[in-house]
Every structure is written in C-alpha cells, then in structure tokens.
C-alpha cells in the first residue's frame, strides 16, 4: 500500500535508476515513521519528462508512492524491513535484491534449506498501465542459505548492496551484495561479491506480499 499521511518518510538512502517500458524510474530505501515507530520501505517514482533544461527536479521528494513488506496471515501480519535495494531490468520485469532485517533470531546460515531472519530477498515487479504509471512489487522470494552455506561458506552471511546490478548476456542477473567474514564478523569486517542469479525458477517460495 502507499504510505498513509500517518506514516512519515523521514530519509531516503541508496537510490538507483531503472528504464522500463518507456519510463524511467528511481527507486530508494524509504525510512519511515509511525507513533515513535520506526520502519523501512521501498520508494519509487517515475522521472518527469521536461523541455526545461535548466529546470531541476527533486526525485522522491514526496515519496508518494512507498511500499511496505509484510508476512504472515491476515490474522498476524508484521511489517518486513527490508534495506539497501539493488535493481535489475529484465524484459518488462524489474526485478529487486533487498537484504531483509528482524529484531529477533539467528543472523547467519547454519545449514543450506535456512531461510534466516538476516538475509536476501528477490522481488519482483512491473509498471503499471495508463498514464499514472507507478512500480509494483509482486513476488518475493526468500534467497535460501545455500547461496551461502554451498557457495560462499568462507562468509557468515549475505546483505544487501544498493544501487544497480546488471544483465549479462547469457541472461544471468548480477547483483552487487556486502557480505560478512565468519572469522572476523564480530568486529564487523565485511567485503563486497558478487551473486549472480540466472535460474530464477530455483528461487522458490513467494513468502511475502507488498502492500499498495
């Protein structure tokens, strides 16, 4: 859902661009509040064509168009926050790697079929027909451990990059995450890879919805 007037957009963080069906777009991390509470989500605009050159616009200034991650049923659903989004164009898709935060639990993988509260997401979403054209986040997918345990298992665990991934050739999606050293975590030592995702099938699970 869109951020009521009640739920404040008080800063906004690693922003990125992204070109699909004509439109362009910035995406951000949206740090809001609501009654002392505080939250992330996921801002988007579409960029105003202008002839005035000289004019500047002020991107995510009203931060309209915020969404919110939640999971659970619709009995018990708790807000997800999610951080330092990395974006990728795919045909008329966009798709989103976001690193997903709890106050509570385990932060690192300890065994591949893991889903920890500190991880990866995978979204993805498409633009909206008409001309009050707007990003929609569809379907999320939690990144399993294995990512991790299997591939990487020198790190303790994977979290978000920010800014923009790319599209190889082959297809293959690329985004830049930061992940953490096991031996040196506790002092916080971290250091950038690369993941890249090409098999989109193999990320199984839609967990979660956004709200619009």
Request: glycine residues 12%.
């Amino acid at each position: 859902r869109v951020a009521t007037s009640d739920e404040t957009v008080s800063s906004l963080r690693v922003p990125s661009l992204v070109e699909v069906n004509g439109g362009v777009f910035a995406v951000a991390e949206a740090q809001c509040t609501k009654d002392g509470s505080s939250f992330t989500g996921i801002a988007s605009q579409i960029l105003a064509k202008t002839a005035d050159k000289e004019k500047k616009e002020e991107l995510l200034k009203d931060a309209k168009n915020t969404q919110f991650l939640e999971e659970g049923d619709s009995t018990d659903r708790k807000k997800v926050d999610v951080s330092r989004p990395t974006t990728v164009v795919h045909g008329s898709d966009i798709y989103m790697l976001v690193g997903k935060y709890e106050s509570k639990g385990a932060t690192v993988c300890q065994v591949a079929s893991e889903a920890p509260p500190w991880g990866l997401l995978l979204v993805r979403g498409n633009v909206s027909e008409g001309n009050d054209k707007k990003i929609h986040w569809n379907d999320t997918y939690h990144i399993p451990c294995m990512f991790t345990v299997e591939h990487h298992s020198s790190l303790g665990g994977l979290i978000g990059g920010g800014g923009s991934g790319i599209k190889m050739q082959d297809g293959t999606l690329v985004f830049p995450v930061e992940g953490t050293k096991k031996r040196r975590m506790e002092k916080g030592f971290a250091g950038p890879i690369l993941a890249g995702y090409g098999d989109l099938e193999a990320v199984e699970g839609d967990v979660c919805r956004w709200l619009q």
